[in-house]
């Protein structure tokens, strides 16, 4: 009787030691996974975000998606999202960065239907017909703040301009012809229009425009009516 207890005690004692082997083992192997997954999660993040180092665009063209259609306006949270960019009323020569039709709306304050990505989003930025590599031009004189490429948008030219605007050039072909740093015109070309935004690969060939005034979004057709 005492030794099958103690023979049972035995094997409980190993079966303890076992089941400790085994916990310590599941801790390892769920830590290693883990870590592994956020460092490859991390570097996917960073290939989605390609920003040449030493540059920091602000990043306002990340759309923001709703799965549901627009609900009617709601005051309290219009005046939350985006305050209306001050503009003041100075005069200068701006030019629309290709001649084609504007053929998307801007749209901030209430989601609009994207057919590519078929979700309803912001959209910060009009959309200008131009044939596959048409001369896309600054529109207004001004310095290339940052060139970057992204999954979304594509290839895009960023320039700084007087009086706090910033206007950005999206969906253009990989071959910019401008670099961060370069002055440049009202009227000078700085790429050639494509269809390098995936998010808006429906709209065919096209100029994303979008102008921010003190980093905050403006519309781009009011930017073009400041025109002298
Ligand atoms: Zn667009």
Redesign the pocket.
Known sequence: MSENNHAGHGRSGRGYYIALILCAVAVGITSYVYSRYTAEEEILLQKENVIPVGTMAPREDIPVIATQAPEQKNESRETEQTEPATVPKQKRKICSPVSGQEI?GYSMEALSYNQTTRDWRV?????LAAEEGAPVCASCDGTVYTTYQDDS?GYTVVIRHDGGYTTRY??LTEDLAVSAGDPVQAGQTIGYAGTT?L??TA?GS?V???VTCQDKPMDPMEFLSLSE
Request: proline share 0%; net charge negative; no cysteine.
């Open positions: 998307f959209h910060n930025g009009v959309d948008m999206s969906s935004a998010v808006e709209m096209h994303h425009f979008s």
